[in-house]
């Protein structure tokens, strides 16, 4: 294991601070006060860590992932602006939504970012998501519940993210049974959700933690007890999902696509056909190897395909359709490098028991990402993407090797 890397001496409270107004952004919703705060926060970080370490060295010390995502960022952008939409200023919109990863990124990587200290901040928003989201359930009668997110959907994958971050890394904290109380806050605002995705991913994880990681047959008790509080929460919407889904023959999707017309389906029919929409379009478009441009899988962007009426809910197909084979390539790579990286630091043979729990959450926690990107909009949604990216960084920095 080699030495971790250098951080640069700067006040730890622009640090804390520049992180709380990541995660306000999730409070705040629409106001997106980060998108105000964040250059203003950046700015001295940035110029103090250059003039510290150097711009050589700094781009020398760049993550494999880092700079391949850069290329597929570059792949979008220039297909936007050239070879698509002409010079047009929309794109930098979903520019800087992705560079604002690498500012957090390249801020763990370069200062002194405690993992606690983001878990902290989590937990305040799961506390104040379950009592948003019990005022809309009870007392407005939403009945998809989301609190401060713009979706139902996006809420359960922040709190399932969140909740395998708190749980892998409870020894942090003075007292760890506040971490469960937490955990279940989340749980009861995923089940009120009536969120598909987000139950299964967040129930995947729960079961694998019960059973693999904590002794004891009452643990088990309670991972059995918690399917079935979720099935009843969730029984008439569930019973509704998958009555609709055993109906569904071959013929009335390939029916569905050959139309182009997904709508008056279920949410699997409507996915499928909306994936192959996007696929043909790119097709036809003569766009495979580059794509069509950051954002033409945007629903609010003036750019968005002719045949696509809604977010992809893929993030796969989206990363196809906007960076072409080429940015779908170096993402599926940058995930395969940070794999092998995490099962690498996993097999150190120093670990102390809290470092293990640790890197288990994060392996844990990539393959509940990779899972939920099938079916959801993650990595257009900062919130996620923010906690993802701190948490896989501050691990790969703390027990940096080479593979």
């Known amino acids: 294991m080699k030495g971790m890397t250098r951080n640069i001496t700067i006040n730890s409270n622009l640090v804390s601070l520049f992180y709380f107004a990541i995660f306000a952004n999730a409070i705040l919703g629409k ?54 939409h ?18 957090v990124g390249f801020i763990v990587m370069n200062l002194n970012v405690e993992l606690k200290m983001i878990l902290k901040l989590v937990s305040i928003i799961i506390f ?19 609190a401060f997110f713009i979706h139902s959907n996006h809420l359960a994958y922040f709190l399932t993210f969140s909740s395998i971050g708190l749980l892998y890394n409870k020894n942090l904290f003075k007292y760890k049974r506040r971490i469960y109380l937490i955990v279940f806050f989340a749980f009861v605002s995923i089940a009120l959700s009536k969120s598909l995705g987000g139950s299964i991913s967040f129930l995947l994880f729960i079961y694998y933690y ?33 009555s609709s889904i055993l109906t569904i023959d071959s013929d009335f999707i390939l029916q569905k696509i050959s139309s182009g017309n997904a709508g008056g389906s279920n949410s699997l029919v409507w996915r499928i056909v909306t994936w192959s929409n996007i696929i043909n ?59 092998k990286k995490l099962n690498k630091i996993k097999k150190i043979n120093d670990l102390s028991s809290e470092d293990l729990m640790s890197i288990k959450g994060a392996i844990v926690l990539f393959f509940i990402f990779l899972l939920a990107q099938l079916s959801g909009n993650i990595i257009v949604n900062p919130v996620h993407m923010w906690f993802i990216i701190s948490y896989f960084t501050i691990i790969i920095k703390k027990h940096r090797v080479t593979i």
């Open 86 to 103: 002409g010079f047009s200023l929309y794109p930098i919109k979903a520019l800087l939504r992705y560079m604002s990863y690498f500012f």
């Open 281 to 339: 379009e790119t097709k036809k478009n003569d766009n495979v190897v580059f794509g069509n441009g950051l954002e033409s899988t945007s629903l609010i962007s003036p750019y968005i395909l002719d045949n696509l009426h809604h977010d992809p809910h893929n993030s796969y197909v989206r990363i196809f359709a906007e960076t072409g084979l080429v940015g779908l390539f170096l993402y599926l790579l940058t995930l395969f490098w940070l794999f």
């Open 31 to 84: 106001i997106r006060v980060l998108e105000v705060i964040l250059p203003i926060l950046i700015l001295p970080i940035l110029i103090k860590i250059i003039r510290d370490k150097g711009v050589i060295k700094i781009f020398s010390e760049f993550n494999t992932p880092l700079i391949l995502s850069l290329i597929i960022l570059i792949i979008g952008t220039f297909s936007a602006f050239i070879f698509i």
């Open 210 to 242: 019960l059973f693999f990681n904590l002794k004891g047959k009452i643990f088990k008790i309670v991972g059995v007890l918690a399917v079935f509080v979720i099935l009843f929460l969730n029984r008439g919407y569930l019973e509704t999902r998958i």
């Open 128 to 146: 104040l998501s379950l009592i948003y989201v019990l005022i809309q359930y009870f007392a407005l009668n939403d009945y998809r519940p989301r």
